[in-house]
């Protein structure tokens, strides 16, 4: 009888190590089911790496967390994507706009080719988006009006045509908007914060008409 106490005990104690171990996995914290993960694994996948910069963003992982250029904050959501400078080409991806608690979107002088996805529009904590100097073309998204954090917007030295969307003018956050160096069209906004903006930050636009007059013909007249 004594030996087979020692083995219930022996089985209990089993166990009871395999439970505290599922409770224990269970609450290893995961990025959002790991669709950030799944939203920047997408992004690797669309870019070609020379430098191998992307090298650590290894998929098969918890969360993005500890992938090199990626920061995230104390609950583990993604809050910065810092790939600057970084030779990288390819295009951006619709996945991105899943990155809901991102704040800084840094991908300035590369070699990025395509469209701005409308789906950067749901990026509600993003504060700066820095995308100037690559080879971006197509137009602005009207939905980056949905941006109400959003401090920075520097889209210059890149493709881009047709209007400058009148939603940004709603963005009350908005401090620094730099489009010079596209081949944009119609007018420049004057209202909100774009009676602030200096008109340097809009030059070398060839098609842009100056800025915009209250109560005149439409701004976006012969622009697309």
Same mark, same amino acid.
């Given at each position: ?14 166990? $009871?190590?395999?439970?505290?171990? &599922? ?6 914290? &995961? ?29 098969? &992982? ?47 002088? $590369? ?13 509600? /904590? ?10 971006? /073309? ?33 963005? /009350? ?9 596209? $081949? ?16 340097? $930050? ?13 109560? &005149? ?8």
């Amino acid at each position: 009888m004594a030996g087979s106490a020692t083995t219930w005990s022996s089985v209990l104690a089993i166990v $009871n190590v395999f439970t505290l171990t &599922l409770i224990s996995l269970a609450s290893v914290p &995961l990025v959002s089911g790991n669709s950030e993960g799944d939203a920047l694994s997408a992004l690797r996948r669309s870019l070609s790496d020379p430098d191998n910069v992307l090298q650590s963003w290894d998929s098969n &992982l918890v969360n993005p967390c500890t992938w090199f250029h990626i920061t995230c904050n104390q609950n583990n959501h993604v809050t910065r994507v810092d790939l600057g400078n970084s030779n990288l080409s390819g295009h951006l991806v619709p996945e991105l706009g899943k990155l809901e608690h991102l704040q800084y979107l840094e991908l300035y002088k $590369n070699n990025i080719q395509g469209t701005i996805p409308v789906e950067l529009g749901n990026l509600k /904590s993003l504060i700066s988006l820095d995308l100037y100097n690559n080879n971006i /073309s197509g137009t602005i998204p009207p939905s980056l009006g949905k941006l109400k954090s959003l401090v920075f917007l520097r889209l210059n030295d890149n493709q881009l045509t047709g209007p400058i969307p009148r939603e940004l003018a709603g963005i /009350s956050s908005l401090k620094v908007v730099d489009v010079s160096n596209n $081949n944009l069209c119609g007018t420049i906004p004057t209202t909100g914060p774009f009676e602030h903006i200096p008109l340097n $930050n809009f030059e070398n636009n060839p098609r842009l008409e100056g800025p915009e007059l209250q109560g &005149l013909a439409s701004y976006d007249t012969n622009c697309s």
